[in-house]
C-alpha cells in the first residue's frame, strides 16, 4: 500500500518521512539501490506530504537540507515549526484550513509560496520573504484592497494569483493589480499587458498618486530612522548614543497620556516648549562631552597600543639576535661533529677518542642550550614586567577618563532633573489654578480628555505626580544605562588587557620550549647519523 496516500488523519514523524521519500525516490534499479542505502533525511532535498490529512506542521527539523515542501490537500490550521527549513525555496500549503500567515520570518530564501483555498483573510507577516518571485492566494477570504498594496514591497514578485477572493470580484481589480503592482509580470498566469498597466493608472490616477506620495514620506521618514540607528551604532562607543536627537526627550511622553492632555490647557503649551528647548540644549552638551571623551579614551588607547608594540618590537628583536648568535654556535658545534666523524672514518682517531670529543660537545651543545633558553626567557620575564607596569599605569589613565566622563555626565543629568521638577511644579501650578478657575466658572470650557483629571484635586495631584515620577525614572534610566555601559566597557577592557597579557606570555613560553625541543630534536639526530655503533668500529678494524 502506498504510504502518502493513506486516508486516515496522520502526524508527522520519521516513519512516515521515511516512507515518503523511498515513495518518491528513483524507480528501478536506482530505487532498489537507494532503498538499500537509505538517503539520510537531513540529506533529502524535496518530499510531498500531501492527501494525508495531516493536522500539524511538525518534526520536519530533521529535513535540513530541504528546499522543496509540499504539504497541500491536508487540515493544516496553523503554519508553524518551520524555522529550520532556511534552504526553502518552495513551499505549498495550499487546500489547508489556514487563517493567518505567521512564522515565516527564517524562510528567507523563499521564491514560490501557495496558500491556494485556505482561509485566510489579510496579508501579513511576510516582510522577510525578499526573494519571492511566485505567489498564489486564491481561493481565500482576502476582502480588502489595501492587501493588494501589502504586495508592493517585494520587487522580486513577478507572478500572482488571488482568484475567487472577495477583493478581487471588484470592477477593474486587474487593473488595480497592473497599476499598483508596476514588479509584476503575470496576473492569474496571464501577461499582464503594458495598456492594462496604462489604463489601470488613469483609472486610480489619484489614489496611485496619493500612494505615492505616502510612501515617499514613509521612505524618508525610514532613512531618517536609519540614520539615526547607525548614529547610535556608531555613537554607542561613547556611551551617548541619541542623546543628539530628541529621543530621550520625547520618551518622556510617549506613555504619559496624562502629561501629554495637560498639554491642552492654556500656556502649558509654552512651558513645554521652553522645557524642551532647554533639556535637548543639555542632551547636546552631554552628547558633545560624550564625544570629547570618548576622543580623549582613544587617543590614549593609541598611545598606549604603540607602546606595547614597541616593547614587543624590542623585546622581539633581542630575542632574534640572541637566537642568530646561537645559530652560529650551532653551526660550529655541528661542523666538530662532522669533522670527529671524518677523523673516526679515516682512522685518524680511535672510537674511545671519538667518543670523548663527542661528549665533550654534548656538553657544550647543552650548555648553548641552557644559555639560549636562560636569555630568552630573561627578555619575555623583563617584557612581563613591563607590560604589566605599562598595564597598570594605562589602567589609572582610561580609568581617571572613564570616571570623568561619567561625572560630568552626572552632572548634566541633575541639571536635567532640576529642569523636570521646575516643569512639573509650572504645570502643577497651572493646572491647579485652571481647575480651581473652572470650579468657579461656568464659561471655562474643560476639554472631555482633560474631564478625568479635573474630577477633583486627588486626581490632579495623583496624575500630576505619576508624570513628574515617569519622567524621573526615564531620566535616571538613561542616567544609570550611561554610567552602566561606561563602566561595563571599562572592565572588559581591564580584564581583557589582563587576559591577552597572560595568553601572550603563555603562548611566548611554549615558543620558547619548542624552539630548544626542536634543538635538541636536531642534534639527537645529527648523532644518530653520525654515531656509529661499536660493532661497525670493530668490523672495520
Given at each position: 500500500m502506498n504510504p502518502c496516500k493513506l486516508k486516515e488523519p496522520k502526524v508527522i514523524n520519521n516513519a512516515l518521512l521515511e516512507k515518503c521519500v523511498q515513495e518518491q525516490g528513483p524507480k528501478g534499479e536506482a530505487g532498489r539501490l537507494a532503498q538499500i542505502e537509505k538517503v539520510p533525511l537531513e540529506e533529502v532535498p524535496q518530499i510531498r506530504l500531501e492527501f494525508l490529512n495531516i493536522l500539524r506542521i511538525d518534526h520536519l527539523w530533521v529535513l535540513t537540507s530541504l528546499t522543496k515542501l509540499n504539504l497541500n490537500n491536508n487540515l493544516i490550521e496553523k503554519i508553524e515549526n518551520l524555522e529550520t527549513l532556511v534552504h526553502l525555496v518552495e513551499l505549498n500549503l495550499s487546500f489547508n484550513k489556514i487563517s493567518k500567515i505567521e512564522n515565516l520570518d527564517e524562510l528567507a530564501n523563499l521564491e514560490k509560496l501557495s496558500f491556494y483555498d485556505n482561509e485566510i483573510e489579510v496579508l501579513e507577516n511576510m516582510d522577510f520573504l525578499t526573494k519571492l518571485t511566485v505567489f498564489s492566494i486564491g481561493r481565500n477570504k482576502i476582502a480588502e484592497l489595501e492587501n493588494v498594496l501589502y504586495l508592493r514591497q517585494f520587487s522580486n514578485l513577478k507572478c500572482l494569483n488571488m482568484v475567487q477572493n472577495p477583493c478581487s470580484e471588484t470592477e477593474d481589480f486587474r487593473l488595480f493589480i497592473a497599476a499598483f503592482l508596476p514588479h509584476l509580470v503575470y496576473y492569474e498566469y496571464k501577461l499582464i499587458y503594458d495598456m492594462e498597466r496604462e489604463l489601470g493608472q488613469e483609472i486610480f490616477g489619484s489614489k496611485l498618486r496619493q500612494l505615492l506620495e505616502s510612501e515617499e514620506r514613509e521612505r524618508e521618514a525610514r532613512m531618517q530612522i536609519d540614520k539615526e540607528i547607525a548614529d547610535a551604532a556608531l555613537h554607542a562607543s561613547s556611551f551617548v548614543e541619541y542623546l543628539n536627537t530628541h529621543h530621550l526627550f520625547d520618551s518622556l511622553f510617549l506613555n504619559d497620556d496624562d502629561g501629554k492632555h495637560l498639554l491642552l490647557i492654556e500656556d502649558a503649551k509654552d512651558f513645554y516648549d521652553e522645557y524642551e528647548e532647554q533639556f535637548l540644549?543639555?542632551?547636546?552638551?552631554?552628547?558633545?562631552?560624550?564625544?570629547?571623551?570618548?576622543?580623549?579614551?582613544?587617543?590614549?588607547?593609541?598611545?598606549?597600543?604603540?607602546?606595547?608594540?614597541?616593547?614587543?618590537?624590542?623585546?622581539?628583536?633581542?630575542?632574534?639576535?640572541?637566537?642568530?648568535?646561537?645559530?652560529?654556535?650551532?653551526?660550529?658545534?655541528?661542523?666538530?661533529?662532522?669533522?670527529?666523524?671524518?677523523?673516526?672514518?679515516?682512522?685518524?682517531?680511535?672510537?674511545?677518542?671519538?667518543?670523548?670529543?663527542?661528549?665533550?660537545?654534548?656538553?657544550?651543545?647543552?650548555?648553548?642550550?641552557?644559555?639560549?633558553?636562560?636569555?630568552?626567557?630573561?627578555?619575555?620575564?623583563?617584557?612581563?614586567?613591563?607590560?604589566?607596569?605599562?598595564?597598570?599605569?594605562?589602567?589609572?589613565?582610561?580609568?581617571?577618563?572613564?570616571?570623568?566622563?561619567?561625572?560630568?555626565?552626572?552632572?548634566?543629568?541633575?541639571?536635567?532633573?532640576?529642569?523636570?521638577?521646575?516643569?512639573?511644579?509650572?504645570?502643577?501650578?497651572?493646572?491647579?489654578?485652571?481647575?480651581?478657575?473652572?470650579?468657579?466658572?461656568?464659561?471655562?470650557?474643560?476639554?472631555?480628555?482633560?474631564?478625568?483629571?479635573?474630577?477633583?484635586?486627588?486626581?490632579?495631584?495623583?496624575?500630576?505626580?505619576?508624570?513628574?515620577?515617569?519622567?524621573?525614572?526615564?531620566?535616571?534610566?538613561?542616567?544609570?544605562?550611561?554610567?552602566?555601559?561606561?563602566?561595563?566597557?571599562?572592565?572588559?577592557?581591564?580584564?581583557?588587557?589582563?587576559?591577552?597579557?597572560?595568553?601572550?606570555?603563555?603562548?611566548?613560553?611554549?615558543?620558547?620550549?619548542?624552539?630548544?625541543?626542536?634543538?635538541?630534536?636536531?642534534?639527537?639526530?645529527?648523532?644518530?647519523?653520525?654515531?656509529?655503533?661499536?660493532?661497525?668500529?670493530?668490523?672495520?678494524?
Open positions: 540644549a543639555l542632551c547636546m552638551q552631554i552628547f558633545e562631552n560624550g564625544q570629547e571623551q570618548y576622543r580623549l579614551r582613544t587617543d590614549e588607547i593609541d598611545q598606549f597600543m604603540k607602546c606595547v608594540e614597541d616593547a614587543q618590537t624590542s623585546n622581539q628583536q633581542e630575542s632574534i639576535k640572541h637566537m642568530e648568535v646561537f645559530i652560529e654556535q650551532k653551526a660550529e658545534v655541528f661542523y666538530k661533529i662532522k669533522g670527529i666523524q671524518k677523523l673516526l672514518n679515516n682512522n685518524e682517531i680511535t672510537y674511545e677518542e671519538f667518543i670523548d670529543k663527542c661528549d665533550v660537545l654534548v656538553l657544550e651543545y647543552d650548555k648553548l642550550l641552557h644559555d639560549i633558553w636562560k636569555a630568552l626567557m630573561k627578555l619575555e620575564l623583563e617584557l612581563y614586567e613591563q607590560m604589566e607596569e605599562v598595564n597598570q599605569t594605562f589602567e589609572q589613565s582610561i580609568t581617571e577618563l572613564v570616571n570623568q566622563f561619567i561625572e560630568s555626565s552626572q552632572g548634566y543629568f541633575s541639571q536635567i532633573r532640576d529642569l523636570e521638577v521646575s516643569y512639573a511644579e509650572n504645570i502643577g501650578d497651572l493646572a491647579l489654578k485652571f481647575q480651581t478657575n473652572a470650579t468657579l466658572s461656568e464659561e471655562i470650557v474643560v476639554p472631555e480628555i482633560l474631564k478625568p483629571i479635573m474630577s477633583d484635586k486627588d486626581a490632579l495631584h495623583n496624575s500630576l505626580a505619576t508624570s513628574h515620577d515617569v519622567h524621573m525614572q526615564i531620566i535616571d534610566a538613561r542616567e544609570d544605562t550611561l554610567s552602566g555601559n561606561a563602566r561595563d566597557w571599562l572592565e572588559d577592557l581591564i580584564d581583557n588587557l589582563m587576559k591577552n597579557e597572560v595568553k601572550r606570555n603563555r603562548g611566548k613560553i611554549l615558543e620558547i620550549n619548542h624552539f630548544l625541543d626542536i634543538q635538541r630534536e636536531e642534534f639527537d639526530d645529527l648523532n644518530a647519523e653520525y654515531a656509529p655503533e661499536p660493532e661497525e668500529v670493530a668490523s672495520a678494524d
